[in-house]
């Protein structure tokens, strides 16, 4: 029979086995409702490190220019999060002077010409993205802004920039816009603080009839950077 010696030299030897991490999670493991508090605990106060930049928020500087995306714009930018296209396109200029002098090629925004919180302030979500697989599109109001040319490129990218990459979504053009879910889209965003009037809300229906997700997502395209270009 196994005697203590050996049962402890098994012990050592799992022991030599572990990471230095794996032998302080490892008694943790095993002990089910101590490592329920602490992970409570662990979220607690992850939780209260999070409430001070919640109520900062309100000290964002608006921007006297910058308005709320009219309807069809609105609609553009939902076609936009829905096609992905913040996983390849980012919205945010950083304060280099290499970021700006490539984004504000015409100088168009000023003396500092990145990306202000102010201009974000009717972002819902926020769509800054992370990756540059194609341009940045913060500015494109200045960059580009022939809404021809939007539309050529969206429906066959490579008509415009031949060694782009980007896939075509020549369908956008084909579907319609739903008068409703843009209104209800809109409702929703007035519930949360985006100051639309009851006239805007009122003339949506007529803003986006007959146009297309196309035409919508061009819209779109082109606010990016315009109320505050020439600021």
Request: hydrophobic content about 35%; proline content about 7%; aromatic content about 12%.
């Amino acid at each position: 029979m196994p005697n203590q010696n050996d049962n402890q030299h098994d012990n050592n030897a799992e022991n030599q086995k572990l990471t230095w991490y794996e032998k302080f999670s490892h008694p943790l493991e095993y002990r089910g409702l101590r490592f329920t508090i602490y992970t409570t605990i662990a979220i607690l106060i992850g939780g209260l490190v999070e409430i001070p930049p919640f109520f900062l928020q309100g000290n964002v500087q608006k921007i006297a220019s910058v308005k709320p995306y009219s309807a069809l714009e609105l609609a553009g930018r939902d076609v936009y999060q829905s096609e992905g296209c913040f996983y390849c396109h980012t919205q945010m200029i950083r304060p280099f002077k290499w970021e700006t002098d490539r984004w504000d090629i015409n100088r168009e925004y000023g003396a500092e010409p990145y990306s202000k919180a102010g201009e974000y302030v009717y972002d819902h979500p926020f769509l800054w993205g992370s990756k540059r697989t194609g341009p940045d599109l913060s500015h494109e109001a200045s960059l580009q802004p022939s809404a021809a040319w939007h539309k050529a490129h969206l429906i066959n990218p490579r008509e415009m920039v031949p060694t782009s990459i980007m896939p075509a979504y020549p369908w956008l053009f084909e579907k319609p816009i739903k008068a409703d879910e843009v209104v209800a889209r809109m409702n929703a965003l007035k519930t949360i603080g985006v100051p639309y009037s009851d006239d805007e809300l009122k003339n949506a229906p007529a803003e986006v009839e007959g146009k297309t997700q196309g035409d919508a997502l061009v819209a779109y395209l082109l606010k990016l950077g315009r109320d505050t270009k020439g600021k």
